[in-house]
């Protein structure tokens, strides 16, 4: 299959800093993606040389089996990206706005599509609207809507809900969900990991200019077993001997213990049990996508594997 973005040994240097290394990343139609990292680990960068505003040092991106460079006409019209910064023409209508960005595609009559979209994003009211009265989170509604106005197959959201309250986060993934389900790729940038956890199949981590995770969410969360632990509140308020080793804290007479693998937990309750200790309350906490970012972050694990 044909990816939908491939990039391959990308390095980019700005004076004596390397903001990528060799990057190498294959988005497929259809995915949803998570591109994520620290500020500094090279996202906006690397979305700046997908876009065509940056040439990199050495390497190749292609969208869709378009080169950016030498077949940079198709490649844009393959691309939408939504922007983390609100940028916008103060001088025009919601609606003006749209057909103007059609114009710059080379659409004509375009508006049956443009009116959907103003629809679907729910700025009906605001159709009309001058940019300049609306609200932050209406005009970061707007950028979405512009990233659509010639289709395309593959969109860049670059921190879309930063500064976006829980109601329009909410409308505007329900939103881009449904593009993904209509089968346009998603590739999104995000600081809020449990969305990237909760709508992304797979998801690389850069940090310092190189992938240093690579992997659909639900595996790179199984290759951090070793953060399991079990919380007990048990009476009376003791441990066995046995169990001691396992402590990680305990705090407001909650006991909790390190869980290396599922099957430890059924030694943990046999020793309660031999000691005649009592479960009053028992939760299992388990890593999720935050854990293994900090995780990673922190030099401690590679999981590009």
């Known amino acids: 299959m044909l990816p939908a973005l491939e ?9 004596q800093v390397q903001a990528l290394s060799g990057v190498n990343l294959s988005i497929y139609p ?15 960068t690397l979305i700046s040389i997908i876009a065509g505003l940056t040439l990199a040092d050495s390497g190749t991106v292609q ?20 922007p983390q910064e609100l940028v916008f023409d103060p001088f025009f209508t919601v609606r003006e706005i749209l057909l103007i960005q059609s114009g710059y595609y080379g659409i004509r009559n375009n508006g049956r599509w443009v009116d959907e979209i103003i629809e679907r994003l729910d700025l009906s009211d605001k159709a009309h609207a001058n940019m300049r009265s609306l609200s932050g989170g209406m005009k970061r509604r707007v950028l979405v809507a512009q ?7 593959l969109i860049i959201l670059d921190e879309p809900t930063a500064g976006v309250d829980v109601e329009l986060r909410q409308t505007l993934w ?4 449904q593009l993904n389900k209509d089968g346009h790729t998603i590739v999104l940038t995000t600081h809020y990991l449990e969305e990237a956890e909760t709508l992304c199949n797979r998801v690389a981590m850069l940090k310092q200019g190189r992938i240093v995770a690579l992997d659909n969410t639900h595996n790179l969360i199984g290759k951090m077993t070793a953060g399991n632990s079990l919380r007990l509140r048990l009476s009376p308020d003791t441990l066995p001997e046995g169990l001691r080793d396992r402590l990680l804290k305990h705090e407001d007479g909650v006991h909790e213990l390190r ?5 430890h937990i059924e030694a943990v309750l046999a020793a309660l049990r031999a000691a005649n200790i009592e479960i009053v309350e028992m939760h299992l906490q388990q890593p999720d996508l935050e ?8 030099g401690s694990r590679d999981l590009t594997q």
Not at 71 to 81: E, P
Not at 147 to 153: E, I, S, T
Not at 174 to 177: C, G, H, Y
């Open 174 to 177: 329900e939103f881009i969900k």
């Open 147 to 153: 990233a659509l106005v010639h289709r395309p197959p």
């Open 7 to 15: 990039v391959r040994r990308v390095s980019k240097h700005f004076g």
């Open 259 to 263: 869980i290396g693998q599922y099957a």
């Open 291 to 298: 854990d293994v970012f900090i995780n990673i972050m922190q």
């Open 63 to 82: 969208i869709m089996g378009h080169d950016v460079l030498t077949g940079y006409q198709q490649a844009r019209l393959n691309l939408g990206i939504v």
């Open 30 to 44: 259809g995915e949803f993606f998570a591109l994520l990292g620290p500020n500094g680990a090279g996202k906006t």
